[in-house]
Every structure is written in structure tokens, then in C-alpha cells.
């Protein structure tokens, strides 16, 4: 449980618990109301707050409904499928902090493509119109929120009576063991991995699924898609097929061999991700921006190009940890360091850090990438209101916190060896300003 008690003191980590139990459920209906009813602007929300009061937002908040469950059971049923029945390769994890290597099936491009064709089939073929979904968002959201607030109830009972494997415990912290997760990689039976469930095929995956809803909602609604629309879906699409593309290598990362399933994570997955990363879109729906095809297309090219970089950032380090830096890294034998470090049951391994290519620019260079791509599928919705830019601005915070939580990670981890990285690479995430 080291992790969870080093990496926020107590204080924040309780903090963090209240606003994400009390301000995100509210967050994410209020961004819905405002995206869908109320224009996109934040000034006629707060006016209707100010006017309504407490009672403005329960009159608001939409019941969750029969029809919200169907679509969510339905496509969590799906998805959980594809994930058990599909074939994939044999990809072994890293080494846990307990020395375990957990196995996984390497069926996401597939599973991706099942899903997107399967959703364009039952469109087409008039069997279920994807403006449903956008239709009944606010119950679907709200359905979310409490759906998987049980749901993390589920792992945290889970991890205490029948956890998976010996990468679990308890902090002795009823809120922190809620908030954080007991588990690294807990499962169903041997081959049901939850996590892989909940922050790749239900959370990505529905980032795909409405993204491809708001493109048909707004054909449906006005006779043809707007090319601040289609730059939108296209960059975001172009986005998650490359998370998918990418699936195996993102099961190396914090997310997934780090942070345990928790509320943080899995409450993220299961609500942040479908409501506030696809919220761009949301907005675009009701707002059919015209840029012209050279701004439009200008837009793509610098998107796509920032999507490419963040993939090669994350595919030189996986690259190289593969072949144990045995690899050429922009044409040269990459520079490294060889650090060690010691298990929590107390063997010495080794680590190679790599310190050229994008990984000497700065130490978590990547990020700059992920936020520029961000802002490139937000902008076509222009600058009329702010909310569109709400998880631009979001993703930069989440992203500055994660690598100094990666950082105090990785001293504690390699201790010298970090220390000798840092005067190596001295700039945490911009190369020569921070
Ligand atoms: P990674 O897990 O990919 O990288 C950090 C880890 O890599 C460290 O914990 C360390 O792990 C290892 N490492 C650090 N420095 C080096 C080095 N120089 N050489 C080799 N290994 C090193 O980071 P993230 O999980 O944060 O990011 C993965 C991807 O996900 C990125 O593309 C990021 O942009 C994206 N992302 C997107 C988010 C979103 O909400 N849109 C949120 C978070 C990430 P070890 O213990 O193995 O040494």
C-alpha cells in the first residue's frame, strides 16, 4: 500500500475524497445542462443557480431511467464480451511491486473496431438511432454516477474479502482503502481483469461511442455534419485508435501498475471520461461552427501530428524497455541509466531509464503532446464561451499533478539513480521553463 500513503499527505487525500464525492457528480450534470440546455454558457447556469438555488439543481438533475440502464447494461455487457471472447495476444504486464507479472489478452484494436462497426451497423440498418443516446445523456450520466459509486463499494468489499492476487491490502484507512483501492489488478475468475474493464473498454471505448453519437446527432438535427464537428470527431477518433493501437503499452503505465482500483480511478474511468473528456463534442452538437476547409484541415494536421508525437513519446520508452535499450532511439544508441531498486519483498532489480531522444528533452515530455492535442480537437468550437475549453484546462492540472506524483514515485523508487536522471534531465514536463 505504499503508494496511496506517500503520495498525497493524508490531508489532501482527504480533501480530494469530499470534492470528488460532493463537487464532481453536480459537476458533471451541471456541464451536461449547460452543453445541451442552456447554450454552452456558464453565465446563464449560474443565473438559473442564483435564481433556483439548491432546489434549481435537484429540479435539473435527471432521474436516472429505465431506458439509461438499458443502454448502460447493454453496452457494459458488450463490451465485457468482446474483452473475454475476442482473441488477442499474450501480453505479460511488469513486475507488480509483490513480484507478480499479470497476464493479459491483447484483443483492444479488435474490440474497437467490433464496437464502432457494430454501432454504425445498428444505425444504418435503422436498428437503434445513436441520437437516442445523446437524447437521454443527463439519465445516462446520472446513472453513472450512482451506478458506479456502488460499484466501487463492490471492489472495496472485494479487495477485503476475496482479493485477486497478493499486490492488495488495507492502509488501516476506511476512506483511503475507498478512495484509492486495495487492489492492483483485481479480477473476475483468472481472465476478467477489471480494470482493463472499466479504463479501457467502458471508459475509452465510450470516448469512441458519443463521439461518433454528437457527429450523428448533429447530422440528424441539421441535414449535414460541420466541418468544426467533423475535425472534432476525426481528432478525438484518431486519438482513442491510437490509445487502442497502443492498449498493451498502457497497461506498463501509472494508471494501470500503479494506481489500485479505486474510486480515483475506476469513478473516473466509469464517469469523468464519457462525460467531461467527450464534453468538446457535447458542446459542438447545438453549435455548428463553420471554420472553411483550410482552417479546418490546418487544425487536423496540427492535431494529428500532436496525437503522432505523444504515441512516439510513449512508444520510444516502450521500445526501449523491451529490448532492454537494445534499440536505436532517433538513429543513435539511445543514452540510459541503469538504476536499481528494490521490491517490496525485498529483491534487487534494475530499471533502464532512458535519457535521450523525446525522454531527454525533458522527464515527462509526453504530456506536452496530450494537451496540445486537446486543445486542437476543442478549438474548432472557437472562443464564444469557455466551457469546450473546461477539459483542456482540466487535463493540464491532472497532468502537472501526475508527473510530480510520478516524480516522488520514481525518487523513492531509484532514490540516487533519480536524482542523477534529474541533473541529467532537469526539466520536469516543458524542455527550459519547467
Ligand atoms: P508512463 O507510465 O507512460 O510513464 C511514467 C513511468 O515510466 C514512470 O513511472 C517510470 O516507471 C517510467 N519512466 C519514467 N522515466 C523514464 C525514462 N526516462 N525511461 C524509461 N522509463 C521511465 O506515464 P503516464 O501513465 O503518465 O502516461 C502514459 C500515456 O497516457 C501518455 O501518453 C499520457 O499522455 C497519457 N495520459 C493521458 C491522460 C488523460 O487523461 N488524457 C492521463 C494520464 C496519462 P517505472 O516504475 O517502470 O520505472
Known sequence: MAESKTVHS???????????????????????YTMVHADGSVSQTFDYLKQHGLQGLIDIWPRPTATAWKIIACYSAFEAALQLLLPGKRVEGPISPMGNRPVYKANGVASYVVTLVTYFGLWWFGIFNPTVVYDHLGEIFSALIFGSFVFCIFLYIKGHVAP????????????IDFYWGMELYPRIGKHFDIKVFTNCRFGMMSWAVLAVT????????????ADSMLVNTVLM?????????????????????????????????????????????????????????????????????????????????????????????????????????????????????????????????????????????TVPALFNHFLPFFYVIFLTILLFDRAKRDDDRCRSKYGKYWKLYCEKVPYRIIPGIY
Not at 454528437?214 to 455534419?225: F, L, P, T
Not at 471520461?273 to 494536421?301: D, E, K
Open 10 to 32: 493524508p490531508l489532501v487525500t482527504y480533501f480530494s475524497v469530499l470534492s470528488l464525492l460532493t463537487l464532481c457528480p453536480p459537476f458533471v450534470i451541471l456541464l451536461w
Open 164 to 175: 485477486s492476487s497478493t499486490d492488495s491490502g488495507s492502509s488501516g484507512n476506511v476512506i
Open 214 to 225: 454528437y457527429c450523428i446527432k448533429q447530422y440528424e438535427v441539421n441535414g449535414r455534419v
Open 237 to 377: 477518433l484518431v486519438y482513442v485508435t491510437k490509445f487502442f493501437w497502443w492498449e498493451a503499452g498502457y497497461w506498463s503505465t501509472m494508471d494501470i501498475a500503479h494506481d489500485r482500483a479505486g474510486f480515483y480511478i475506476c469513478w473516473g474511468c466509469l464517469v469523468w471520461v464519457p462525460s467531461i473528456y467527450t464534453s468538446p463534442g457535447m458542446y459542438l452538437v447545438n453549435h455548428p461552427v463553420n471554420l472553411r476547409t483550410q482552417l479546418a484541415l490546418y487544425i487536423l494536421v496540427a492535431g494529428i501530428l500532436c496525437i503522432y508525437i505523444n504515441y512516439d513519446c510513449d512508444r520510444q520508452r516502450q521500445e526501449f524497455r523491451r529490448t532492454n535499450g537494445k534499440c536505436l532511439v532517433w538513429g543513435k544508441a539511445p543514452s540510459k541509466i541503469v538504476a536499481s531498486y528494490t521490491t517490496t519483498s525485498g529483491e534487487t532489480k534494475n530499471s533502464l531509464l532512458l535519457t535521450s531522444g523525446w525522454w531527454g528533452l525533458s522527464r515527462h515530455f509526453h504530456y506536452v503532446p496530450e494537451i496540445l492535442s486537446a486543445f486542437f480537437w
